[in-house]
């Protein structure tokens, strides 16, 4: 047995770097990254006619982009790929209304939260009886597919809303106008968003339940890189481009912006 230790300890040595070799590059070791951003909603994260992404996400994935240092590629994220992307190796960072949580950290790291908002409810300007959550009991609200918003309501809010599963916001946005629903409840900033770029009176509520904390995703286990976004974000609200991209893309929503200040970060271990 002792003859054999040494070819032991040389296969255990070289089977280690074998796999240190396969695991996931960090991004501060990567001259190009690819960001996942959101092409569906207006002031977030939008794909225009030609091809380009705009919005306020958007807007602060470049900012990280360039404070690390790094070429970018964006490409277009639903709800329902966000993990997908990451879990692929199709997307180095996704910036696209993913909120922390639970469940989703158990998959990948998260980096941030870049921005703090809360759930709210969107509602036709002639819907004067949803008020606050509670008043979603009994009423139509639409499921986007790899939203968790409707789960907050009904599980843990414990308020018997009607559920209707709808593939994006667009659709969720035609079935409200339509009133094949009662309301839209999710992040306040999407809500904001949808409402000033349909420009029909659609009204938020205010209604500011459950604390949405929207992070960086990113793959399981880069801590140098979630570090060194963790630093960008901090200089983004220092040096007042957070405040300057808050106002510019939700200033005419009618959301509460005269906080800003940077956010508890969730940790990178």
């Not at 240092?69 to 709800?79: C, E, M, N, R, S």
């Amino acid at each position: 047995m002792k003859r054999l230790l040494p070819a032991v300890l040389v296969l255990t040595a070289l089977l280690a770097g074998a796999c240190g070799m396969g695991g996931p590059e960090s991004i501060v070791d990567k001259d190009a990254i690819v960001i996942g951003v959101r092409p569906d909603l207006p002031s977030v994260g939008v794909r225009k006619s030609n091809g380009t992404f705009e919005g306020f996400d958007v807007d602060v994935a470049r900012y990280i982009a360039q404070k690390l240092g790094k070429d970018y590629t964006f490409i277009p994220v639903l709800a329902s790929d966000r993990e997908t992307v990451l879990l692929n190796g199709k997307a180095d960072l996704v910036l696209a209304t993913y909120t922390i949580s639970q469940d989703r950290k158990a998959k990948v790291l998260f980096a941030g939260p870049y921005h703090i908002s809360y759930q709210d409810i969107l509602v036709r300007p002639d819907e004067p009886s949803i008020k606050n959550v509670r008043d979603l009991k009994g009423r139509k609200i639409c499921q986007v597919k790899g939203s968790n918003a409707t789960q907050r309501v009904l599980e843990e809010r414990k308020v018997a809303a009607e559920v209707v599963p709808v593939d994006d916001y667009a659709a969720c946005l035609a079935a409200l106008k339509d009133r094949r629903l009662d309301a839209i409840t999710t992040n306040d900033v999407i809500l904001a968003g949808l409402a000033v770029e349909d420009g029909s009176g659609l009204r938020l509520v205010n209604a500011q339940f459950n604390e949405q904390r929207t992070g960086v995703g990113m793959h399981k286990g880069d801590v140098a890189g979630c570090e060194a976004v963790n630093r960008a974000i901090t200089t983004m609200y220092q040096d007042g481009t957070a405040s300057k991209l808050l106002h510019k893309w939700f200033g005419k929503a009618g959301l509460n912006l005269s906080t800003i200040a940077v956010p508890q970060f969730e940790g990178c271990s």
